[in-house]
């Protein structure tokens, strides 16, 4: 039984952040790459953010790269995505997911909660 939940998510004026934190229900970061998603209406769930299972090693979608940091706390099984100066493109629901392979590629994801919304206002 694998479950991810994100949570965080809400309402914040351009120029601000947020934080959004996605828990484990079993030790199942283990080993894995942790991801970040989002899919805004209208448009392709695309890749944000990914983590290494030691915490080490991330890499970052381009339009969120400064702006945007992942971590991971194996100890108590969660990662989280700070947020800073938000734009309204960032505007999407944002999924955590893990893989068993270092990968931006969605469909190398075994594991997808359910989405936390994000919503950036002008």
């Known amino acids: 039984q694998v479950l991810l939940v994100e949570s965080g998510g809400g309402l914040v004026q351009a120029g601000g952040s947020l934080s959004l934190s996605c828990a484990a229900s079993r030790r199942t970061f283990s080993g894995y790459a942790m991801g970040w998603f989002r899919q805004a209406p209208g448009k392709e769930r695309e890749f944000v953010a990914v983590?290494?299972?030691?915490?080490?090693?991330?890499y970052y979608a381009d339009s969120v790269k400064g702006r945007f940091t992942i971590s991971r706390d194996n100890a108590k099984n969660t990662v989280s995505l700070q947020m800073n100066s938000l734009k309204p493109e960032d505007t999407a629901v944002y999924y955590c997911a893990a893989a068993p392979r270092w990968s931006d590629y969605e469909h190398e994801y075994d594991y997808w909660g359910q989405g936390t919304q994000v919503t950036v206002s002008s």
């Open positions: 983590i290494s299972w030691s915490g080490a090693r991330t």
